[in-house]
């Protein structure tokens, strides 16, 4: 709040200055230690930048001055020139790269390493790191590295003030766990004033509200159902793990989304539109569609910077020639693909966490999309076969289930407590039919009392009305608007009282962090 309010008072040309000064405070109020590697980041990308940037300014000079040149001339000096900014994106990805995998990796590539060493009967004790994992360093790590390679790509202009890259890195209210912004769409409005608004500070404070509401009711709650069975999966089988992978689904979703809403929401008080980051994502009728509406803006950073560089690489083309020739037209075409998107969901598991249960997460994503292209002619035959009327409500609900299901296998992957472990508890909720834990009690030994397991109930109800309203276009804070003075009061303070009379806070049940503040 004090930040709002010393923003809107100093003159509009100076305000962003207060943008970054909370953001240093807030940031190194965490730790010096591990915000020292954020400066380091933001050194590197400030010079990588304004580095390409000559290099770019310099080819459109040359091209300018020199309107005589041949085809092949103009070619061969671009052709120079590229080159030489390539070698320099290299060397600024690398620098960026390496401080997040050194501090995020080290320890696990270590490990790993020494135990293949020990296979070969090279025994030695793999050397560890003992260093605080700095706040937000993969979602800021991105942010910066998209910022040069959009430099490189000659979509933005390198800025040449410092302290304005350091406001676009590390932004105060998206630090903690996103969402991965564009420099073309986020860092002019943060460079710029913005008046005060009373109407975007209002909505502002509602959807920061509801993002509390959805994080301390929901996520807290189902977090507890969630601990209780991954910590002590022994104990359990059957339909009990399955409860437990659905929990957790909807305590990261509640979590993560609820997150998403009190950063978009602080940002909109200041007048700041943040990318959006879930588009209600239970909602999707496979995993592909439903990896386009979860953590929008990583999606995003990886197809742009990942799938489509790799895939459009010379070195796909020719691997596309060569299996076109084995597999045929169109298998062959697709195979580079399928390769492009298999890495790129790799990293997106291997960005989560150090640990082979992340690889297994982005493997088990990659290989259902994967396969349901691959399959996709297959099962319209069967449809048509079947006379399946895929156009009806019924279809539609079975495929948002089907992709709820298989979205919630993985989560074990993601949260079991190693790769073995979540092996285990697959077999385990494969093993056994057990559902009589839905009416003997079971349910109520959880964690959770009868009025908390009241709570979650109505809190998924209130949810699942809200995402059905924003499925089919409402716009809830538009609607409330409309409606009378007393009407929007009266849903407001009953949001705020309910917040303070259920919120998982204070004396015996402190709410935790956010899932993916340390990613």
Known sequence: MMTAV???LIPLRSRWIVLLTSSIVFYFYGGIGTGFFMVLTILCIYVTALWLDRYNQTQREYLKDHPDL???EKKA??????HKKRLVLALGLVICFGFLVYLKYFNFLSAQTFSLL???GISSAAPQIDLALPLGISFYTLQAT??????YREKVPAERNLAKIALFVSFFPQIIQGPIGRYHHLAPQLYEGHRFDFMECKHGLELALWGLIKKLTLAEYVGVVADTIFNDYTEYEGFMILIGSVAYGLQVYADFSGGMDIVRG???????????NFERPYFARSIAEFWRRWHITLGAWMRDYVFYPLSLSKAFADMGKRTRKIFGSHMGKMLPTFLASFITFMLVGVWHGSSWKYVAYGLWNSVIITSSIILDPVYKKVEERLGINTGCFSWRFF?????FFLVSIGRIFSRASSFMDSLRMLKRMFSDYNPWIFTDGSLEKLGLSENEISLVLFMLIVLFVVSLLQENGMRIRKKLEEQNILFRWLVIVGAIVFLLIYGAYGAGFVASDFVYQQF
């Open 266 to 276: 602080i940002a909109q008080i200041f007048g700041i539109d943040m990318a959006v």
């Open 77 to 82: 000096y671009r052709g120079k020139i590229q």
């Open 146 to 151: 998209g910022y040069i390679v959009d430099v």
């Open 399 to 403: 495929q948002i289930m089907r992709t």
């Open 118 to 120: 020990g296979l070969l």
């Open 6 to 8: 010393l923003y809107f």
């Open 70 to 72: 041949s085809r092949t």
